[in-house]
Every structure is written in structure tokens, then in C-alpha cells.
């Protein structure tokens, strides 16, 4: 399964392309969409909506999964980032791909064991994680790090998904499956 990462930001998109197989996971390629520091809001949310798209028709993924939006000391850049979140998942469901949503506590959480981890831990733990030969870019990493949450998410979603409402309450508990 190939898994596409989105890390969302209106001057700074990152993506991060992975391949999970079994437990193994391969890195595949990441980046940044850069949309710069200025300029109307409509043609930079064209060029994450653009940069996305040429990401999925590029590696091709059968899934993606992305930041979600944290609500932020300043409510305006918390509804710009909003907006290029949503260019991003547009580009995706575009495609047809399932789009999962992770918090940022539940990406640290998942790399590095620790929903409190700062960026550098973030970007050692993907490198190590992915074999990598260097420390990726911060937004790479981060990127990164969502494809990396959903790998290891994707299993255990899928067999809550397969149970009937009932057995999955019944199976659940303490956000755990038992």
C-alpha cells in the first residue's frame, strides 16, 4: 500500500510518500509545495490544490491522510490554514482516495511515542524510522510522520471498520481493542 502524507500550510505544504508492506515501511519520496510569503489567498490555495494533484498523479498513492487543523492563538491564521487544508484534501478526494485525519498529538504520538514531541524529534525519529540517509525537511518530516500515523493506524481501523457496531463496542475499550 502506497500512503500519501499531507502536512497543510499556506506558504508551506510538505508531503511525504511511503510504501507499507506487512510491517516494513519504504520511503518512497517527499517534498514541499511552495506557494510564498505573498499574494491573494485564491491563486496560493490554486497552486496547493495544483501541487497536490501532481503528487498523487505522480506516485500514484491508495490512500492519503493529513494534519488536522490545531486551533491556534491567532483565529485568523487558524482559518487560513483551514483553507489550504482544504485545497489539499479537495486535490485528493479529486482522485477518489480515502482521506484519514490526524491530530497532531496522535502524528507525535505514533513516530515518537510522545504526543508532546518537538519538531527535531519528529524529523530523527522519521529518518530513522524510513532509513533515511539524512534528517528530512521540517515540513517533509512532518509530512512524513502523518503517512507513517497512518501506517500504523491503517490495520487497527481496518478491523474496527469489518465489525458490526455492536462487536466493535464490545471490543473497544478504553480506546483500545480488546
Known sequence: MIILGIDPGLRTT???VIEKHGSKLRYIASGTIKT??????????????D???????????????IEK???????????LLGQARGAAISALVG?????AEYSPTQIKQSVVGTGKAAKPQVQDMVSRLLKLPGLPGSDAADAL????????????????NSLSPQKAVLRMKNGRLV
Open 36 to 49: 510564498g510569503l505573498e499574494g491573494a489567498l485564491p491563486p496560493r490555495l490554486k497552486i496547493i490544490l
Open 145 to 160: 510522520g502523518v503517512a507513517i500515523c497512518h501506517a500504523h493506524s491503517h490495520d487497527t481501523l481496518a478491523l474496527v
Open 95 to 99: 482522485f477518489d482516495l480515502d482521506v
Open 51 to 65: 501541487g497536490v494533484r501532481e503528487v498523487v498523479a505522480t506516485y500514484q498513492p491508495s490512500c492519503a491522510a
Open 14 to 16: 510538505g508531503f511525504g
Open 69 to 79: 487543523v490545531f486551533v491556534n492563538v491567532n483565529p485568523q491564521s487558524t482559518l
